[in-house]
């Protein structure tokens, strides 16, 4: 069984910081890739940010000089920081990570339960 668990969430105003955290957990072999997608109602789910193992990272034009993601293979965690938030960053955020289990073929897709970030104005 393997599990992401998120965390790092919450409300902020406008122009301020949150740091969402994302750590695999159970019966993982290794990890690939590893990103944050968001999912703001009635949109869909977007990409955020990716990082390879290799840490060689991919961005959204509109989090681009913003945000950072980051990961530390040893935790098997992934990192977003996110300045200067703003009241369109304001969704669901999902951690996704392609990973292989131990004693299981793969590699397959997980994702992360979601954790709500508002930015108030």
């Known amino acids: 069984q393997v599990q992401l668990v998120e965390s790092g969430g919450g409300l902020v105003q406008v122009g301020g910081s949150l740091r969402l955290s994302c750590a695999a957990a159970?019966?993982?072999?290794?990890?690939?890739?590893m990103g944050w997608y968001r999912q703001a109602p009635g949109k869909q789910r977007d990409l955020v940010a990716d990082i390879t193992s290799g840490g060689r990272t991919t961005y959204a034009d509109s989090v681009k000089g913003r945000f950072t993601i980051s990961r530390d293979n040893a935790k098997k965690t992934v990192y977003l920081q996110m300045n200067t938030l703003k009241p369109e960053d304001t969704a669901v955020y999902y951690c996704?990570?392609?990973?292989?289990?131990?004693?299981?073929?793969?590699?397959?897709?997980?994702w992360g339960q979601g954790t709500q970030v508002t930015v108030s104005s």
């Open positions: 159970g019966s993982v072999a290794s990890i690939g890739d």
């Open positions: 996704h990570a392609t990973l292989v289990r131990l004693r299981v073929p793969g590699p397959y897709d997980y």
